[in-house]
């Protein structure tokens, strides 16, 4: 059985963790599309999505694994108003919060267990790294662009 998942998310966990702990407070108010995401909004998208994966490998764990499906893009979108409503600080705190719970959770997954969720053919289920990493690409590249270069 394949466990590279953990690592992988590991990986992303930190880099999360060190944009948290560098980021100012000008910058989680960094404006990142024209859909009313910030920073501190995509940073909430990410803790959210990472709690509802550990809430369904909990579920699993009792029930077994099963499909889950949404439609993301309107889950996304309705969101935004609820995810700007968070404090930004809170919302990157919530955001490793949260990846280190879902990281650990998966980590101590039995081996019946990760095969069920491998057999289920959602690539989110095992590597978070995948969301993770997409989102800090994105927020990175608006901080690069608006600190001034040396």
């Known amino acids: ?48 999505w990472d709690e509802r994966r550990l809430v369904l490998v909990r579920k699993w764990k009792k029930d077994g694994v099963t499909p ?21 600080r809170k919302a990157a705190s919530m955001s490793i919060r949260m990846a280190e719970a879902i990281d650990r959770e998966l980590e101590e997954a039995s081996p019946d267990l990760i095969a069920a969720m491998e057999a289920s053919g959602d690539i989110h289920a095992l590597d978070r790294s995948v969301h993770r990493k997409m989102h800090l690409d994105e927020i990175e590249a608006v901080i690069r662009a608006k600190r001034p270069t040396s």
């Open 68 to 88: 889950s499906p949404v439609d993301t893009d309107v889950f996304n979108d309705a969101l935004v108003p609820f995810l700007s409503a968070i404090p930004p």
């Open 1 to 48: 059985m394949n466990r590279q998942f953990v690592a992988e998310n590991a990986r992303a966990r930190e880099r999360l963790r060190s944009l948290v702990d560098k980021i100012t407070d000008a910058e989680l108010a960094l404006a990142l599309n024209a859909e009313g995401w910030t920073v501190a909004v995509a940073l909430a998208h990410v803790a959210f």
